[in-house]
T-cell receptor, first 109, second 112 residues
Framework: KNEVEQSPQNLTAQEGEFITINCSYSVGISALHWLQQHPGGGIVSLFMLSSGKKKHGRLIATINIQEKHSSLHITASHPRDSAVYICAAEEGGSEKLVFGKGTKLTVNP | NAGVTQTPKFRILKIGQSMTLQCAQDMNHNYMYWYRQDPGMGLKLIYYSVGAGITDKGEVPNGYNVSRSTTEDFPLRLELAAPSQTSVYFC???????????FGDGTRLSIL
């Protein structure tokens, strides 16, 4: 069974800082998902990637398949980025995702 | 589009009561999922369905039942509520395996 670990668990930053959240997994996967959970509880999918890098606005997700590691970067962070960021591993041949525990990000003005 | 709609948003149950959490999606997605989220823990898969009439167990199915009679609806049933089932429940759907999942807003359930 895949184990998905995220670090750090909690992260506090000042507005404008560059943010990195890390995710590692133990078993080879077909894709890695990054999700955002708003303070109100809603969950939205940010990225799904199986190799390389994806960018959407100020968010960048990268994955290194050989090292079983993915990172989520936020450039020029803003208080509205405050949320819990969750990574999830999609194993090949399975319809199921294995989720990390999440990283709680707080961006102060 | 409404996306994935969950009802109710909040519910308090007494031990031993039963209830059904409703989930409906209007995106014609084949895949639907039920998760629970406990404080400090990652989302855990309870049950999932790959199409109408097909359901399968996830990681934590005990104490729950599901049905999938239509593409749109995927209700989750708690037959004998226990305090250990106090959690936030999320329903999600996706077009097919390997696609991003769309989540409902969640149901916060407390069992006292």
């Amino acid at each position: 069974k895949n184990e998905v670990e995220q670090s750090p668990q909690n992260l506090t930053a000042q507005e404008g800082e560059f943010i990195t959240i890390n995710c590692s997994y133990s078993v080879g996967i077909s894709a890695l998902h990054w999700l955002q959970q708003h303070p109100g509880g809603g969950i939205v999918s940010l990225f799904m990637l199986s190799s390389g890098k994806k960018k959407h606005g100020r968010l960048i997700a990268t994955i290194n398949i050989q090292e079983k590691h993915s990172s989520l970067h936020i450039t020029a962070s803003h208080p509205r980025d405050s949320a819990v960021y969750i990574c999830a591993a999609e194993e090949g041949g399975s319809e199921k995702l294995v989720f990390g525990k999440g990283t709680k990000l707080t961006v102060n003005p | 589009n409404a996306g994935v709609t969950q009802t109710p948003k909040f519910r308090i149950l007494k031990i031993g009561q039963s209830m059904t959490l409703q989930c409906a999606q209007d995106m014609n997605h084949n895949y639907m999922y039920w998760y629970r989220q406990d404080p400090g823990m990652g989302l855990k898969l309870i049950y999932y369905s790959v199409g109408a009439g097909i359901t399968d167990k996830g990681e934590v199915p005990n104490g729950y039942n599901v049905s999938r009679s239509t593409t749109e609806d995927f209700p989750l049933r708690l037959e004998l509520a226990a305090p250990s089932q106090t959690s936030v429940y999320f329903c999600a759907s996706s077009n097919r395996y390997g696609q991003p999942q769309h989540f409902g807003d969640g149901t916060r359930l407390s069992i006292l």
